[in-house]
């Protein structure tokens, strides 16, 4: 079965649209209630609440993290059970501050009546501090300046 309420082909529709940069498919594939945890401790590691603020604060906001067009998403794949999907992706770009960030992420992904209910996410959260947060306190060795 391979529809648009299938939770497999919902999670890949959405992270090509993320690839793609298609808005409107990125804002559909979300429920109005969903949430998104990035766990960590960085300025963008908490429990996103709503469509509107994973959207427009969340994933909006890492886009000024990135030189514009460097951008690189690609699916790795994805393992579904029920209304659950583990999808793995590459995410590559050149950082605002120059760096190269090049990164390998999870998902696990809840998906019901066609639309994304929740993530987790998971990530080299040292390197997305320490290239795209190097300012951020956590970023800096221990004793450094």
Not at 101 to 114: A, K
Not at 126 to 136: C, E, I, N, W
Request: with cysteine; aromatic share 8%; glycine share 10%.
């Amino acid at each position: 079965m391979s529809t648009l309420s299938d939770p497999r082909s919902v999670v890949i529709r959405y992270v090509e649209a993320v690839r793609d940069g298609d808005a409107d498919v990125i804002h559909d594939s979300f429920a109005e209630d969903a949430t998104w945890h990035y766990p960590g401790s960085l300025p963008v590691s908490k429990v996103w609440q709503g469509r509107d603020a994973i959207i427009n604060e969340f994933l909006g906001g890492m886009g000024p993290a990135f030189v514009p067009g460097t951008l690189e998403i690609a699916l790795v794949g994805t393992v579904a059970e029920g209304d659950r999907v583990v999808a793995e992706w590459t995410s590559k770009a050149t950082t605002a501050h120059g760096d190269r960030y090049d990164n390998r992420c999870l998902g696990i992904f809840t998906v019901r009546d066609g639309r994304i209910t929740s993530v987790i996410e998971y990530a080299d959260t040292h390197h997305v501090a320490r290239t795209l947060f190097p300012d951020h306190a956590d970023t800096r060795p221990a004793g450094g300046a």
